[in-house]
């Protein structure tokens, strides 16, 4: 399994782990808050963040989602922290909260070309076969871009859309020099 990796000591991330479709999840650490970025694809992934986190004595204050996609979403209830998206993601998550995740169901959206085969398995995979998904709404919700001081470190999270997902959101840490693109360019 991945193990958290510290870039400085305001920059975290956890690798991604490709089996599960487990995406990277990171957090950047302020004099006040720690804000995290994406919530993972499973609640035991979330838990698995938190706990990697707290090895470092760290906890989340804050999480920005990066797009709606299952993988950056299905962990956002175990996170249990306000969260912010923009608009387009907000309405995105809205939709994936109506949908059932059990088998008949998901592989009836692979036939019908909804969901890709492979997203199908990895959520079989890493759900398991008992699978509960509750998605809360995203809480602070905003359109073009966002800017959060965390305490010494300003993080503005943008709305630049992508090939990958056009509610693609990009989070730049100023005093860090680091720019995360999430899945802007995949």
């Known amino acids: 399994m991945q193990t958290l990796k510290k870039l400085s ?25 720690t804000l995290l970025i994406d919530a993972g694809n499973s609640s035991n992934h979330a838990k698995y963040f938190k706990e990697q986190l707290a090895s470092y004595h760290l906890t989340g204050d804050i999480l920005a989602l990066t797009h709606w996609h299952w993988d950056h979403v299905f962990g956002l209830r ?17 939709e994936l909260q109506k949908l059932s995740w059990e088998d008949k169901e998901l592989d009836g959206r692979v036939e019908a070309g909804i969901e890709i085969p492979f ?20 809480t602070i919700i905003f359109d073009k871009q966002i800017k959060l001081n965390i ?36």
Do not use: W
């Open 9 to 33: 000591d305001r920059l975290f991330y956890l690798p991604a782990y490709q089996k599960t479709d487990r995406p990277i999840l990171a957090a950047i650490v302020g004099d006040k808050q």
């Open 78 to 94: 175990e996170m249990d922290v306000p969260s912010v998206s923009n608009s387009m993601t907000y309405n995105k998550v809205k």
């Open 119 to 138: 997203c199908a398995d990895a959520i079989k995979l890493e759900l398991g076969s008992m699978r509960e998904v509750i998605i809360p709404d995203p």
């Open 151 to 186: 305490g010494g470190v300003n993080c503005i999270i943008e709305h630049v859309g992508g090939d990958h997902s056009p509610d693609s959101n990009l989070i730049y840490i100023a005093e860090e020099k680091t720019l995360f693109l999430g899945d802007c360019l995949y």
